[in-house]
């Protein structure tokens, strides 16, 4: 067997609107670049642990899950709060029984932040800022915090008293209090991410309701006067769940979507027998959201895709022939959003298979395959262009033969 293309896997090359592969076998990146677009800026998680940002066109390579990092894709989402990090500015954020003083530790970017100190015991002491959204829409509120004298901290949303989420930083447990009964915080719409430095980011979901919406940070009911909280990258996004910080000062900011295909060639891939391997992990908005990764033409009518939709928790792989479907490895439930999985899927004449972390689940023993040459280009979207793959890739691999079972077993364990 041979391993004609890796994509990832800790060798990660990429520049302004393109990413390379790496081949194996002479040890040097491919002169094959895959097309990169982001028509923006937008942030990422360096080696080193923190926020950073990338200017336009530039591939953001994430580190924030381990040191090999991961190919970071998501969809166009705009903060808006117009001052993500400016909790002194008046004119956004307001203030009850509270004073923010600047600079005071390190932010997740690794710039000086400051903290907010409560003034007295029993009142609710608050930090909150107003934002126009629309009727019936979901939205998801997150911000840093790291903890100072504080232990726990509230995290919320007022509208029409929504609610909030509690969150511990020696327990690093999170639970949430709903104000009404009207089901605008889902039981899976809150929870926390770790980040370097003891910061941890809290996130809650939620739909708008009608009167104005008021985010609140570091929101407490009662404690020791003196006691504070650091803060750091408030951000308001429609959609269903949080994605990569996007600074803001003075206005509502836009992150464009990102885009990555047109990889390898006729030469890299073998069309008649092979192996399309993907270790990644998605989140995504909506139930038929598909994220997909393929080998093509360009065209649906011949085409390899794995397919993995992210809130149906369903992996697929599929190929098509001539505009005929040849395999169709259809698995409805049980694959986790956010979890990284290992697939494979091995395709020959009348042979074909997919393993996902190391269990062989699906064959067709009826297909049939494409002529040589004819798939030329390697895709982060279902081959033709639509359905971009959003999340984090960690390694793609194409082989030019099929493999055996223990081989695909060995490949995705």
């Known amino acids: 067997m041979a391993n004609t293309l890796k994509f990832g896997n800790g060798e990660w090359y990429g520049n302004k609107d393109t990413i390379l592969a790496y081949n194996d076998e002479n040890s040097n990146f491919k002169p094959l670049p895959f097309s990169f677009d982001r028509a923006s800026s937008a942030t990422r ?41 400016e909790f002194t500015n008046s004119s956004v954020w307001g203030s009850v029984n509270t004073t923010f003083t600047d600079n005071e530790t390190q932010s997740p970017s690794g710039l000086l932040t400051g903290k907010l100190t409560r003034n007295v015991t029993t009142f ?10 629309v009727l019936g829409t979901t939205y998801v509120f997150s911000a840093f915090y790291k903890k100072d004298t504080e232990t726990t901290i509230n995290h919320g949303v007022l509208n029409q008293n929504t609610g909030y989420v509690t969150f511990n930083f020696d327990t690093e447990t999170i639970s949430i209090t709903r104000n009404d009964n009207s089901n605008s915080i889902s039981s899976d719409g ?34 020791v006067i003196g006691q504070s ?37 006729e030469q890299v891939i073998n069309s008649t027998e092979g192996v399309l391997y993907l270790e990644a992990k998605v989140k995504t908005d909506t139930a038929f959201a598909a994220n997909c990764i393929g080998i093509s033409n360009g065209t649906d009518a ?34 986790i959003q956010e979890q990284y999985y290992k697939i494979a899927v091995s395709y020959k004449v009348n042979d074909c298979k997919i393993f996902i972390n190391g269990t062989k689940i699906l064959t067709d023993t009826s297909a049939t395959m494409p002529s040589l040459g004819t798939f030329d280009r390697l895709s982060l979207d279902l081959g033709t ?29």
Do not use: H
Not at 63 to 79: F, M, T, V
Not at 200 to 222: E, M, N, T
Not at 401 to 412: G, H, K, P, V, W
């Open 45 to 85: 998680v360096n080696k080193d642990g923190l926020i950073e940002t990338v200017g336009s066109g530039e591939p953001r390579i994430d580190y924030k899950d381990d040191s090999k990092g991961a190919l970071l894709l998501e969809p166009s989402r705009s903060n808006l709060v117009t001052y993500s990090n």
């Open 190 to 223: 809150f929870g926390f991410e770790k980040y370097a430095n003891g910061w941890y980011r809290i996130y809650l979901k939620f739909v708008r309701k009608a009167g104005s919406l008021q985010l609140q940070v570091a929101r407490q009911d009662s404690g």
């Open 124 to 133: 609710s002491c608050i930090r909150d800022t107003t934002v126009s959204t």
């Open 229 to 265: 909280t650091f803060i750091y990258g408030a951000q308001l996004e429609q959609g269903s769940y949080a994605t990569s910080y996007i600074p803001t000062q003075g206005s509502a900011v836009t992150r464009l979507a990102d885009v990555c295909n047109n990889g390898a060639n």
């Open 385 to 413: 262009g639509s359905y971009n793959f959003y999340g984090k890739t960690k390694d793609v691999k194409l082989y030019n033969t099929a493999l055996t079972d223990q081989e695909l077993i060995a490949l995705t364990s």
């Open 302 to 335: 011949n085409r390899l895709s794995i397919i993995m939709y992210g809130n149906l928790n369903s992996i697929r792989a599929s190929m098509n022939v001539g505009g005929v479907s040849q395999f169709d490895f259809n698995l409805p439930s049980g694959y």
